[in-house]
């Protein structure tokens, strides 16, 4: 997400962003709790889970350089997702109120989110439709909440 950032938007994120650890299975943040934090995956990999009929099923996996969580910030709604780490994994976290006011002060850097934002959509409307056919969940190396 913040690959095509400039020196000074890149001097922004740096002021705002911290440092999260989590181990193997630990859960970073449950679907519908209030969502306040935005995540980049640094090292290791994160599952995306949804509960559905009282089970939560993994929806995709999130690799290193994946961004999640800013569904609920700009959608101001409750986590559609869960996140449990799939091994130790280094976080970058951005808090949703620092997050926004970066949008506003960098258009472009929103640009890039709408562009963001779109690929979910079609990403998911692909996993229902492949679900709905029974074939198993797609997964895009990109994909992520």
Known sequence: MFSILTNEHLDSVARIIFEQWAENGEYICRQGEEGNELYIIKKGEVEVLQKS????????????GACLGELAILGNITRTAS?????????????????????????????QM???MVERILNAERRSKNEAHGVKSYQHPNDSL
Request: hydrophobic share 45%; charged share 25%.
């Open 53 to 64: 009929n009282g089970k939560e099923h993994v929806i995709f996996t999130a690799k290193e």
């Open 83 to 111: 996140l449990r780490a799939r091994e130790s994994v280094q976080l970058l976290v951005i808090k949703g109120e620092h997050f926004l006011a970066l949008l506003k002060k960098y258009p472009d850097i929103s640009i």
């Open 114 to 116: 709408l562009g963001l």
